[in-house]
T-cell receptor, first 112, second 114 residues
Framework: DVKVTQSSRYLVKRTGEKVFLECVQDMDHENMFWYRQDPGLGLRLIYFSYDVKMKEKGDIPEGYSVSREKKERFSLILESASTNQTSMYLC???????????FGQGTRLTVV | AQSVTQPDIHITVSEGASLELRCNYSYGATPYLFWYVQSPGQGLQLLLKYFSGDTLVQGIKGFEAEFKRSQSSFNLRKPSVHWSDAAEYFCAVGAAGSARQLTFGSGTQLTVLP
C-alpha cells in the first residue's frame, strides 16, 4: 500500500516561530502536494512539486514556502507563523492522476 | 478554471437507508473525477474515480458514482448506509492529461442515525 507519512499529528507553535512540516512518501511518486483544510472551505492547494527541487505555487502560497531535496520528501515551511495559519495541513502524493492522489494523516497546527 | 460544488454541507440519514451525495463540476474539457472520504482526524481516502468509459463507476465500501456529462454531475451513491460511513466526503476534479492538481469541493458531512 502507498504510504504518505507526516511527521507530526499535532503541533502547537508560537506566533513568529519558523515551522517545518515534513512529509515522506514511499512509492516513488513524482508529484507531491501540500493542502490546507479549513471548515467550509474544503482543501486548498498551497504548493506542489512535480520533481526534485521543482515547485509551483498553488492557490494560497502566501506565508508559506516548500522544499524538495529528495524525491520522497516534501517539506512545508511557515517562515513566521501567524494565528491565521492555524489549520489542518495535508500532504499528498501521486504518480499521475490515473492512479489517484494519496494523502497523509494530516497535521493539525495551532499557532498561539 | 475548474471548480467543484457540493451543494449539501450536511446530510443526515438513518442506518440502512440509501444515500446520494451531490457533486457538480465546471470544466471545459473531459474531467477526471474523484470521490474521497475523510474520517474524523484522518487523511483522505480515495473511494472511486472516473476517467472515461462506463459512466457508472464502482468504488470501495459499496459506493458507486455516476458521471452525467449533460448535467456536469458526478453524484455518489450507496444503497444501504452503515454507521461506519459517517464521515466527510469530498468530490474533486482534475484536468485530463495533466491532472497533477485536484480541485476539491467544500465537502459534505454525513451523519448516520442508528
Amino acid at each position: 500500500d502507498v504510504k504518505v507519512t507526516q511527521s507530526s499529528r499535532y503541533l502547537v507553535k508560537r506566533t513568529g516561530e519558523k515551522v517545518f512540516l515534513e512529509c515522506v512518501q514511499d512509492m516513488d511518486h513524482e508529484n507531491m502536494f501540500w493542502y490546507r483544510q479549513d471548515p467550509g472551505l474544503g482543501l486548498r492547494l498551497i504548493y506542489f512539486s512535480y520533481d526534485v527541487k521543482m515547485k509551483e505555487k498553488g492557490d494560497i502560497p502566501e506565508g508559506y514556502s516548500v522544499s524538495r531535496e529528495k524525491k520522497e520528501r516534501f517539506s512545508l515551511i511557515l517562515e513566521s507563523a501567524s494565528t491565521n495559519q492555524t489549520s489542518m495541513y495535508l500532504c499528498a502524493s501521486s504518480f499521475s492522476s490515473l492512479g489517484g492522489t494519496f494523502f497523509g494523516q494530516g497535521t493539525r497546527l495551532t499557532v498561539v | 478554471a475548474q471548480s467543484v460544488t457540493q451543494p449539501d454541507i450536511h446530510i443526515t440519514v438513518s442506518e440502512g437507508a440509501s444515500l446520494e451525495l451531490r457533486c457538480n463540476y465546471s470544466y471545459g474539457a473531459t474531467p477526471y473525477l474523484f470521490w474521497y472520504v475523510q474520517s474524523p482526524g484522518q487523511g483522505l481516502q480515495l473511494l472511486l474515480k472516473y476517467f472515461s468509459g462506463d459512466t457508472l463507476v464502482q468504488g470501495i465500501k459499496g459506493f458507486e458514482a455516476e458521471f452525467k456529462r449533460s448535467q456536469s454531475s458526478f453524484n455518489l451513491r450507496k444503497p444501504s448506509v452503515h454507521w461506519s460511513d459517517a464521515a466527510e466526503y469530498f468530490c474533486a476534479v482534475g484536468a485530463a492529461g495533466s491532472a497533477r492538481q485536484l480541485t476539491f469541493g467544500s465537502g459534505t458531512q454525513l451523519t448516520v442515525l442508528p
